[in-house]
């Protein structure tokens, strides 16, 4: 069947494509870094005595030559072939992770057939049992790996998966601040474009470690430096893993040069997740700061993004007289018209890029605020409360220069600009 299916494929023109998909997908990479991928897989066989028990076990079933001894290798069969098969060929899940379980149960039941033979051996004459003996030797020698899993298992560690709770709240993030015909580019996980609703605006939605050194980068790096600077994306959602490991430096400028860090949500399975936004011009500045904080850290103007969709970006400009010396938070408070708290947002300025002691004298830093709005909300009776504080001790800042003695200053949401 796959003879006649790669057949079918080279008489309809498609096989070059196919076998392009094949290279580019994290599922299986069969022309990308094959030597890399070789060795990590019989590094990982090798840490597997399971694997042995099913390979003993296969060997049993094939030497019974009963057909009904045959059906467990032909479930492993089956079961690796839709581990192994490209996206397309979807059998009702989405994921690798949903396959592997059924695979290793195939496996499994392999395995409990190669013990049984075992136990046939022990008690056979002195050759099986020596081959038994060797067998144990073998499964005992490449057990590290199993002994590493049981004791995960004891220690109740948990594995930092995130939830659909997770998901929804970024797609739904990328709608908001998005138009519905603006595509999203996603390095991360390609839920994200499920859950937004929006077309991707590139091919590679994933960044697998093999990539950048396969010979598919130059196409794949091209291909993502088109979306970064093409000017219809809406927005990018990007895994810190991408960010920290995997963007080459080409990659990297691009982002820094067109795009801003807007929000920052927490997916620990990828070291959480960025909302990226286009860059745009700044609003005007005023001669005179909104406030001045202690030590000499004036807020020279906020700007206000209204999503319609159950957020606020509030974007805070900064500026130090000096660099300062220690690191702070910056809080914005978002308040009903009884001064009562509805939601707020604190964070280290710049999504977490910028913090105070990086800054530079005179240097305009922005920093975007990501508030997430309640049910009931009335935005004409609504104001914000912003300051500092010291990201240590949680001591507040005060202002200098102000007319009464405060660690924060009210602003009216209808007095900013949009």
């Known amino acids: 069947p796959i003879v006649v299916f790669l057949a079918w494929l080279a ?24 030597e890399e991928k070789a060795q990590d897989l019989i590094e990982w066989v090798m840490r597997r005595p399971l694997l042995v028990l099913a390979a003993l076990g296969g060997l049993s079933a094939v ?21 192994l098969a490209p996206p397309r060929l979807d059998f009702g899940w989405g994921g690798i992770s949903h396959y592997a379980l059924p695979a290793l149960a195939a496996t499994s039941l392999l395995g409990g057939i190669g013990v049984h033979q075992l136990d046939l051996w022990m008690i056979g004459r002195r050759g ?32 930092p998966l995130p939830t659909v709770d997770d998901e929804v709240r970024i797609g739904r993030a990328a709608a908001a601040v998005t138009g519905e015909e603006e595509p999203i580019m996603v390095l991360g996980n390609t839920v994200f474009h499920r859950r937004a609703g929006r077309r991707p605006a590139n ?62 949500f927490s997916y620990p399975y990828q070291g959480d ?17 909104i406030a001045v904080y202690e030590p000499d850290i004036a807020l020279m ?47 280290i300025p710049g999504v977490g890029f ?22 009931v909300y009335d935005p004409g009776a609504s104001s914000l409360r912003i300051g500092l504080y010291d990201a240590m001790t949680g001591e507040r800042r005060r202002m200098q220069r102000a007319q009464y003695e405060e660690d924060f200053v009210v602003l009216d949401l209808s007095g900013l600009s949009k």
């Open 11 to 34: 008489l309809q023109g498609a096989l070059d494509e196919f076998l392009h998909l094949l290279s580019a997908i994290d599922r299986l990479a069969p022309f990308a870094g094959l």
């Open 63 to 83: 030497r019974s030559r009963r057909i009904l001894a045959w059906l467990p290798l032909l479930w492993v069969a089956a079961e690796v072939l839709v581990l």
């Open 128 to 159: 099986q049992k020596a081959l038994a003996a060797g067998v144990l030797v073998l499964t005992v020698a490449m057990s590290s790996g199993w002994l590493t899993d049981l004791n995960f298992a004891i220690a109740e560690s948990d594995y």
């Open 203 to 264: 091919r590679y939605f994933v960044l697998p470690e093999y990539l950048p050194s396969s010979r598919l980068w130059p196409e794949a790096e091209t291909d993502m430096l088109a979306a970064l600077r093409g000017g219809d994306v809406g927005a990018v959602i990007l895994s810190r893993r991408y960010l920290e490991d995997r963007l080459s430096p080409k990659l990297r400028d691009a982002l820094w040069q067109e795009w801003f860090p807007a929000a920052l």
């Open 273 to 289: 997740v960025f909302l990226y936004l286009p860059n745009s011009p700044a609003p005007p500045e005023s001669n005179e700061p």
């Open 301 to 347: 103007n906020v700007e206000m993004k209204d999503t319609d969709h159950g957020a606020l970006l509030i974007g805070l400009y900064w500026a130090a007289e000096s660099r300062p010396v220690m690191d702070l938070v910056a809080f914005v408070h978002l308040l009903d018209g009884q001064d009562g708290l509805v939601a707020q947002h604190d964070g």
């Open 354 to 375: 910028r913090p105070t002691s990086t800054w530079n004298a005179g240097e305009t830093v922005v920093d975007w605020h990501w508030i997430e709005l309640p049910e």
